[in-house]
């Protein structure tokens, strides 16, 4: 199963603001489209675990059409692609229990209305001979129905939706209380991006925009809609030093 810590981690860096470059497409192949199967919620382990984000004034796109799912392979570097590619995340869902379909994931996924599921999954247990033995003598009486296998399986899913066109195009750290120096790490760049293209890298700290100092991501996300559609001047700090950037915000939504 997923550790906390890791789930802290995700969070942490998901504190942002507005919008993300990525260099490589949403992680892995889609798993096979299968149709999403509707079921109670109190029988799908996906919404009984489900746990939403807030997302603090997040433009999304909207949806409307089928969720797709993803096999998951590194929790860290699917992160930040999906950032990279202007995504947001929802929520997640993180439990154990024996095989559960992919459609569950989609379903929960559509109920939430996300663009994207990623599914991790992981063997924590195998069933020992004397399971597998009784598992025979079931299926034997059942007269060949299929049983179980007894697998028990640790389970993470996040939840993405698009994100609208952005005016800026960042992700960035929210300061901690004990930061001393002021600006806002940038965590991802968006494709394409009115920042990516003025250059904006991560890493970088962001300091003033528009002639404005930038305390935190709310402050941003309002600096940005105040002057949306103009140029700006972007002051931000690679390494040890001093960078000024022009660029021409998006439009409003």
């Known amino acids: 199963m997923m550790h906390p810590y890791v ?47 807030q997302l603090h004034g997040v433009k999304l796109s909207p949806g409307g059409q089928e969720p797709t799912i993803y096999k998951g392979v590194n929790e860290t570097d699917d992160y930040q692609r999906m950032l990279n590619d202007g995504y947001e995340m929802l929520g997640y869902s993180s439990f154990e229990t024996t095989d559960v379909p992919p459609s569950r994931a989609v379903s929960q996924a559509a109920k ?5 599921v990623i599914v991790y999954t992981k063997l924590i247990a195998a069933p020992t001979a004397a399971m597998r033995l009784q598992q025979i003598k079931e299926q034997s009486k059942s007269q060949g129905t299929s049983a179980g296998k007894g697998e028990v ?67 941003l996300q309002q600096i940005v809609h105040r002057h949306a559609g103009q140029e700006v001047e972007l002051v931000l700090r690679r390494v040890n030093s001093e960078k000024r950037l022009h660029l021409t915000l998006g439009a409003a939504l």
Request: charged share 15%.
């Open 7 to 53: 789930i802290v981690l995700l969070l942490a860096m998901l504190a942002a603001c507005s919008k993300p470059v990525v260099k490589q497409p949403i992680p892995d192949q889609p798993v096979i489209a299968v149709p999403p199967v509707e079921v109670p919620a109190e029988d799908n382990p996906y919404t009984q675990h489900y746990v939403a984000r």
């Open 112 to 116: 939430v209305k996300a663009d994207a």
């Open 153 to 219: 399986y640790s389970y993470f899913a996040t939840y993405w939706g698009k994100l609208a066109p952005p005016a800026l195009g960042v992700h960035v750290m929210q300061p901690s209380k004990d930061d001393a120096k002021p600006g806002l790490t940038v965590l991802a760049v968006i494709t394409g991006s009115p920042a990516a293209q003025a250059g904006v890298a991560v890493g970088d700290v962001l300091l003033n925009l528009a002639g404005e100092p930038i305390p935190s991501a709310q402050a």
